[in-house]
């Protein structure tokens, strides 16, 4: 009788184990793709991460523009001071700002290398990562993922995001972006005064030799009819 017992509750158990089985086989994907995933992001990011801080600006960017029928409010008051919205020269600073030249001119400002490896970041999180090298090409990958600047249309303001480990990292490098930005908005003014200066100033001479030219043709015109003031002449027909 015991004996019969005990092959019953084998056999209970050998059920019971076919069906785990059956059961694990029919949600393995599932659980690999779907609670695994899960289960180590909640690890890591409850206990392992570390804290990231942003440090965000706002600019604009004023340059000389043609009034526009259609422009933001933020716009229309630059324009009222003789300025325009700059959105040629947005697009051109939020390029530099993405750029191989930014994160190397910014070294003179801030140190993004150490900044990146700061002793605050995880081991997942601190460059170089496991995916990366480090080398430039490697910190630049870093740099874009940790970088962000993009137009706002709605405003007409550029916004700059930064993230670093620490506070005072992330405002550093901020504060370095926004002074090189600064120096590349200041060299594209000077260049468009300087070509704008340039027209101008090819329009007065072409406007001086065009009364150069005038005055020699009336000259010619009073020898060839021999009447030393055409205008006077005129008038006196005119009263006869």
Do not use: C
Not at 70 to 96: D, K, V, W, Y
Not at 152 to 173: H, I, K, P, W, Y
């Amino acid at each position: 009788m015991q004996h019969d017992t005990e092959l019953h509750r084998q056999a209970a158990a050998a059920t019971t184990r076919g069906k785990l089985v059956d059961l694990l086989n029919r949600w393995r994907w599932f659980g690999a793709n779907v609670v695994l995933p899960t289960l180590l992001a909640s690890v890591y990011y409850g206990f392992i991460a570390a804290d990231i801080y942003v440090s965000e600006s706002r600019f604009v960017i004023k340059a000389p523009e043609r009034k526009s029928a259609r422009a933001s409010p933020i716009g229309a008051l630059l324009q009222g001071t003789g300025f325009g919205s700059g959105a040629n020269q947005s697009s051109e600073i939020i390029g530099f700002l993405h750029s191989r030249d930014a994160m190397s001119h910014l070294s003179r400002k801030a140190d993004p290398r150490r900044a990146f490896r700061s002793s605050k970041a995880d081991f997942f999180s601190r460059f170089p990562t496991i995916f990366q090298d480090d080398t430039f090409e490697g910190l630049y990958e870093y740099y874009g993922s940790m970088v962000s600047a993009q137009s706002d249309s709605a405003t007409g303001l550029t916004v700059l995001n930064v993230s670093a480990f620490t506070a005072g990292e992330a405002q550093s490098l901020n504060a370095g972006l926004l002074d090189l930005s600064e120096e590349l908005v200041n060299r594209l003014n000077a260049r468009v005064n300087a070509q704008s200066i340039e027209e101008s100033q090819a329009r007065v001479t072409e406007a001086q030799e065009r009364v150069r030219d005038a005055r020699v043709q009336l000259g010619a015109y009073r020898n060839a009819s021999e009447i030393l003031d055409p205008q006077q002449q005129g008038i006196g027909v005119l009263e006869v």
